[in-house]
């Protein structure tokens, strides 16, 4: 079967600390990762993307870790801002074309100023 | 704007009347999505076309539901006979199949949602 977890279903953190979001998969078949930030009343947000062939992939103020060894994703975003306050998805992106993307129930993210 | 836009942006219905949601999708997107969102929960899939195809149903999605994509272009999500238990937020996501220029194409634009009540 397949599965995507998120560790905590709430963190809390200092405006300017770093954040660090992480997400456990059980289906090492997924070829790709998806991270997307919802805040409230708006749909999710795509943030960054991962290949499954890769370890690490930078944004601005935002890296994804990928370990496939112990199936695990991360998400850090640097520098928190109060505009970082919202819920994080990592869903299951599926085969080549995103299609039937599966969420999981997300981590609310606060940021205490 | 040219981002997903969704209309209505509210609905409130009586059980047992039948909504219809519209979806306009990024204009060069050949892929659609619905999902539907409870409170405290992630979007669940509901739907997707590529084109005007209907390629995967959730089993979530009941007989009383129907989607349809015409033309490849705006899509309808109807429900029939509401229920209490339809009351949700509805999305609408697309996205553009394949790569463009070498980055990943595989992220999907949602649009505001539909928040339906069903009283």
């Known amino acids: 079967g397949e599965s995507v977890g998120l560790h905590l279903p709430t963190l809390s953190v200092q405006e300017g600390d770093n954040s660090i979001i992480n997400c456990a998969y059980s289906n090492s078949a997924s070829d790709y990762f998806i991270w997307y930030k919802q805040e409230s009343g708006k749909g999710p947000q795509f943030i960054i993307d991962?290949?499954?062939?890769?370890d690490k992939r930078q944004g601005q103020r935002v890296t994804v870790l990928l370990n496939k060894t112990v199936k695990h994703l991360s998400l850090q975003i640097a520098a928190t801002q109060p505009g970082d306050s919202a819920v994080y998805f990592c869903?299951?992106?599926?085969?080549?074309?995103?299609?039937?993307?599966?969420f999981g129930a997300g981590t609310r993210l606060f940021v205490k100023a | 704007d040219t981002g997903v836009s969704q209309d209505p942006r509210h609905k409130i219905t009586k059980r047992g009347q039948n909504v219809t949601f519209r979806c306009d999708p990024i204009s060069e997107h050949n892929r659609l999505y619905w999902y539907r969102q409870t409170l405290g929960q992630g979007p669940e899939f509901l739907t997707y076309?590529?084109?005007?195809?209907?390629?995967?149903k959730s089993r979530l999605l009941s007989d009383r539901f129907s989607a349809e994509r015409p033309k490849g272009s705006f899509s309808t999500l109807e429900i029939q006979r509401t229920e209490q238990g339809d009351s949700a937020m509805y999305l609408c996501?697309?996205?553009?199949?394949?790569?463009?220029?070498?980055?990943?194409?595989?992220?999907?634009?949602f649009g505001p949602g539909t928040r339906l009540t069903v009283t």
């Open positions: 076309f590529q084109n005007e195809a209907q390629l995967e």
């Open positions: 991962i290949r499954s062939n890769m």
């Open positions: 869903p299951r992106g599926g085969l080549k074309g995103g299609f039937k993307t599966i």
């Open positions: 996501a697309s996205s553009l199949g394949g790569r463009t220029g070498g980055e990943f194409a595989y992220e999907q634009y």
